[in-house]
């Protein structure tokens, strides 16, 4: 069975940085493009940035171009999230997700297939 497990949030400053991992387990995910989701309170579950099948196609949401860097470790079939100059508003439980679809459109949520559980982030003024 496909477990995605998050990791890596916490409570920071505005302008600090974290970031998140997240482990896969149950098959390997080194051809599939994986991203990053996240949901703020009364909010829909918004995208971040997501890794493309292919290497070096990233895609992030306008709100955190230059601030947030998506990478994958295929050995460890792991995807990261590096979140650098953050601010109240990235406060959000953070979700990483795999899609089988190497076609699929990255930047909506039903495009994805499977799904962690979150990890919190709160950033500070």
């Known amino acids: 069975q496909v477990q995605l497990v998050e990791s890596g949030g916490g409570l920071v400053q505005a302008g600090g940085s974290l970031r998140l991992s997240c482990a896969a387990s149950?098959?390997?995910?080194?051809?599939?493009?994986m991203g990053w989701f996240r949901q703020a309170p009364g909010k829909e579950r918004e995208f971040v940035a997501a890794c493309g099948w292919s290497s070096g196609s990233t895609y992030y949401a306008d709100s955190v171009k230059g601030r947030f860097t998506i990478s994958k470790d295929n050995a460890k079939n792991t995807v990261y999230l590096q979140m650098n100059s953050l601010k109240p508003e990235d406060t959000a439980v953070y979700y990483c997700?795999?899609?089988?679809?190497?076609?699929?459109?990255?930047?909506?949520?039903?495009?994805?297939?499977?799904w962690g559980q979150g990890t919190q982030v709160t950033v500070s003024a």
């Open positions: 149950g098959r390997t995910f080194s051809n599939s493009p």
């Open positions: 997700a795999v899609s089988l679809d190497v076609g699929t459109i990255v930047r909506v949520s039903t495009g994805w297939d499977y």
